[in-house]
């Protein structure tokens, strides 16, 4: 989007109406109510087919952007909404910020950026704009007054980056990535680059900036802009996220197939978009189902790991100028309060019928199946989750009377589950492959990373062999994520419980979820929140933190669950 600090609302609109001539052109792919009906009775679907075993890309989360300057920053309350878990909470897990052209401006964000961290959200951050001393003008086509940095400067701007990056991290926000620079080419009112720029920047500069680096930001998902930074292997090598917007980009884009014979080891993410447009009420129904249809095709057909909306707070947005959530927030929140960061997206049968669009998600023995009918009749509609036994069901809806509204609980029998899609809604089933009860409805997240004095329920161990525990790691320059699996693997409940474990030296937990943890380094408890202090035989459940490193990324070597020492996997 548009900068311009002293004029917000009218360079929205300027940008806005150059948007719209991309509409009128036909690049912009507004899909409208439902052309095709089903049956005037309820209908049945084809079979959806899920396999936990086939495994896709690693979730990092959803969420959208905050910018002070342009469109005042979120209140309190509106960031406990934003990035909440509970009902009638967002749930977002990714918040983006601007990086300012001067210092001056860096604290406008950090408030936001601060609370979103305490609940466990992870935070990046594009600029629009180097420090003007490091930028010349050009003529570009017919604009004679176009912007870019000077070659010259390129050593300076990288470490302009590097020192947002460091006044964050001393603030209390260790950011997961920082940008390059937002929509290169689509910068009339902001810096352009070109491929070619970008790549020499990656390649020759990009390797002293003290956190992940993200590269190119194209405003409608040209490859042309990041082809290149895949076929050099030096400027490849100095990327970690390919980051791209979807504005106007028709849905036979979505698919990148050098990204995935290129780029192994780096991240796909999807970090801008409104949809279908910025000028309708985000409240509008059957509309707002448009975007849950475009979420699931990011997901399924771009394979993105991230979907990061604009602005987080707009009439078109996710949470209404009230604060309060609007209908398109609700079908994000289908995703967002449920597939959470680190869960992985499993192979699912996409399209079971005309208007019903289905994606699955694994974490551990935990599944997530979301589906939409934009259809105007119900569907009648089977799941069949391969290796699955019996187990609880959990589901939440959005039509146009509930947003996000817990169900009645039901059962999957035998690895199958058939269950109604009401007309134009969007339903999330939560499930165990381990059977027993349904899991909890939403992991969410600690609410600060400072733990609670003792854990809700007082530990009692099941009996039988000792707990299993999984550790994995995600790390970069500085800091790290560990996502912990345990498994109770007696016969007997456990009923409140510590997972003891020794953090290796240099390594700090900054924030965390679905426990509380104590102390921050070395001899580290964890301890259960009130929604699972409870795990049955056989049953697993998800924790984990973000930390800091000073360069040591080992792993602990030995964990304890209530005293009785765990089986490693």
Same mark, same amino acid.
């Given at each position: 989007?548009?900068?311009?600090?002293?004029? &917000?609302?009218?360079?929205?609109?300027?940008?806005?109406?150059?948007?719209?001539?991309?509409?009128? /052109?036909?690049?912009?792919?507004?899909?409208?109510?439902?052309?095709?009906?089903?049956?005037?009775t309820?209908?049945?679907?084809?079979?959806?087919?899920?396999?936990?075993?086939?495994?896709?890309?690693?979730?990092?989360g959803?969420?959208?952007?905050?910018h %002070?300057?342009?469109?005042?920053?979120?209140?309190?309350?509106?960031?406990?909404?934003?990035?909440?878990t509970?009902?009638?909470?967002?749930?977002?897990?990714?918040?983006?910020?601007?990086?300012?052209?001067n210092?001056?401006?860096?604290?406008?964000?950090?408030?936001?950026?601060?609370?979103a961290?305490?609940?466990?959200?992870?935070?990046f %951050?594009?600029?629009?704009?180097?420090?003007?001393?490091?930028?010349?003008?050009f003529?570009?086509?017919?604009?004679?007054?176009?912007?870019?940095?000077?070659?010259?400067?390129?050593?300076?701007?990288?470490q302009?980056?590097?020192?947002?990056?460091?006044? /964050?991290?001393?603030?209390?926000?260790?950011?997961?990535?920082?940008?390059?620079?937002?929509e290169?080419?689509?910068?009339?009112?902001?810096?352009?680059?070109?491929?070619?720029?970008?790549?020499?920047f990656?390649k020759?500069?990009?390797?002293?900036?003290?956190?992940?680096?993200?590269?190119?930001?194209?405003?409608?998902?040209?490859?042309?802009?990041?082809?290149?930074?895949?076929?050099?292997?030096?400027?490849?090598?100095?990327v970690?996220?390919i980051?791209?917007?979807?504005?106007?980009?028709?849905?036979?884009?979505?698919?990148?197939?050098?990204?995935?014979?290129k780029?192994?080891?780096?991240e796909?993410?999807?970090?801008?978009?409104?949809?279908?447009?910025?000028?309708?009420?985000?409240?509008?129904?059957?509309?707002?189902?448009?975007?849950?249809?475009?979420?699931?095709?990011?997901m399924?057909?771009?394979?993105?790991?991230a979907?990061?909306?604009?602005?987080?707070?707009?009439?078109?947005? &996710?949470?209404?100028?009230?604060?309060?959530?609007?209908?398109?927030?609700?079908? /994000?929140?289908?995703?967002a309060?449920?597939?959470?960061?680190?869960?992985?997206?499993i192979?699912?049968?996409?399209?079971?019928?005309?208007?019903?669009?289905?994606?699955?998600?694994?974490s551990?023995?935990?599944?997530?199946?979301?589906?939409?009918?934009?259809?105007?009749?119900?569907?009648?509609?089977?799941?069949?989750?391969?290796?699955?036994g019996?187990?609880?069901?959990?589901?939440?809806?959005?039509? %146009?009377?509930?947003?996000?509204?817990?169900?009645?609980?039901?059962?999957m029998?035998?690895?199958?589950?058939?269950?109604?899609?009401?007309?134009?809604?969007?339903?999330?089933?939560?499930?165990?492959?381990?059977?027993?009860?349904?899991?909890s409805?939403?992991?969410?997240?600690?609410?600060?990373?400072?733990?609670?004095?003792? &854990?809700?329920?007082?530990?009692?161990?099941?009996t039988?062999?000792?707990?299993?525990?999984?550790?994995?790691?995600?790390?970069?320059?500085?800091?790290?994520?560990?996502?912990?699996?345990?498994?109770?693997?007696?016969?007997?409940?456990?009923?409140?419980?510590?997972?003891?474990?020794?953090?290796?030296?240099?390594?700090?937990?900054?924030s965390?979820?679905?426990?509380?943890?104590?102390?921050?380094s070395?001899?580290?408890?964890?301890?259960?929140?009130?929604?699972?202090?409870?795990?049955?035989?056989?049953?697993?459940?998800?924790?984990?933190?973000?930390?800091?490193?000073?360069g040591?990324?080992?792993?602990?070597?030995?964990?304890?669950?209530?005293?009785?020492?765990?089986?490693?996997?």
């Amino acid at each position: 989007m548009t900068q311009d600090q002293n004029e &917000p609302v009218s360079s929205e609109r300027r940008m806005l109406s150059r948007r719209s001539v991309l509409a009128t /052109m036909g690049a912009l792919p507004v899909i409208t109510a439902a052309a095709s009906v089903l049956g005037a009775t309820e209908a049945a679907a084809a079979t959806a087919s899920i396999n936990p075993s086939a495994q896709r890309q690693t979730i990092k989360g959803f969420g959208g952007m905050t910018h %002070a300057a342009w469109a005042g920053d979120l209140t309190a309350a509106q960031r406990d909404t934003a990035f909440g878990t509970g009902d009638g909470k967002l749930g977002f897990s990714i918040l983006r910020i601007p990086v300012g052209e001067n210092q001056s401006d860096w604290s406008r964000d950090l408030a936001t950026a601060k609370r979103a961290v305490e609940l466990g959200a992870t935070v990046f %951050a594009s600029p629009w704009n180097p420090p003007a001393s490091m930028t010349e003008t050009f003529t570009r086509g017919s604009q004679t007054n176009a912007k870019r940095l000077k070659y010259s400067s390129y050593a300076a701007y990288a470490q302009h980056l590097n020192d947002f990056t460091t006044y /964050m991290r001393n603030n209390g926000v260790n950011l997961y990535a920082i940008s390059v620079q937002n929509e290169p080419d689509y910068a009339s009112t902001w810096t352009w680059w070109t491929a070619t720029e970008i790549v020499n920047f990656l390649k020759q500069n990009a390797s002293v900036i003290g956190t992940r680096v993200m590269a190119p930001e194209s405003f409608q998902y040209i490859k042309s802009m990041s082809d290149p930074i895949l076929n050099d292997s030096t400027a490849l090598a100095n990327v970690d996220i390919i980051g791209a917007h979807l504005y106007g980009t028709p849905y036979s884009n979505f698919p990148y197939p050098l990204f995935q014979q290129k780029g192994a080891g780096k991240e796909l993410w999807m970090t801008e978009v409104y949809y279908p447009n910025s000028t309708d009420s985000a409240d509008t129904w059957p509309q707002a189902l448009d975007v849950g249809e475009h979420m699931h095709r990011a997901m399924v057909e771009a394979e993105f790991q991230a979907y990061v909306w604009w602005y987080i707070r707009r009439s078109y947005g &996710p949470m209404r100028e009230d604060g309060q959530i609007s209908k398109r927030g609700a079908i /994000m929140a289908q995703f967002a309060r449920f597939v959470r960061p680190g869960y992985v997206r499993i192979d699912a049968t996409a399209n079971p019928a005309s208007n019903v669009y289905v994606s699955a998600y694994r974490s551990g023995n935990t599944v997530v199946i979301v589906a939409i009918n934009k259809g105007t009749s119900a569907v009648s509609q089977q799941f069949t989750v391969a290796g699955a036994g019996s187990a609880g069901v959990s589901s939440w809806v959005t039509d %146009a009377s509930r947003n996000v509204a817990s169900q009645a609980a039901t059962s999957m029998s035998n690895g199958s589950l058939t269950v109604t899609l009401p007309a134009r809604s969007m339903t999330t089933f939560v499930t165990s492959l381990s059977g027993g009860s349904s899991p909890s409805p939403s992991p969410i997240l600690s609410p600060s990373p400072s733990p609670s004095a003792s &854990p809700s329920a007082s530990p009692s161990g099941g009996t039988g062999t000792g707990p299993r525990v999984a550790y994995t790691m995600s790390t970069w320059n500085n800091g790290f994520t560990a996502s912990i699996s345990i498994t109770n693997t007696g016969t007997s409940t456990i009923d409140g419980w510590t997972l003891a474990f020794t953090l290796p030296s240099g390594q700090s937990i900054t924030s965390g979820w679905n426990a509380t943890y104590s102390p921050s380094s070395g001899q580290v408890s964890a301890r259960n929140v009130s929604y699972n202090g409870t795990i049955a035989p056989g049953a697993t459940i998800d924790i984990g933190f973000q930390a800091t490193h000073t360069g040591n990324t080992a792993e602990p070597t030995a964990f304890t669950l209530n005293g009785v020492p765990c089986t490693v996997v």
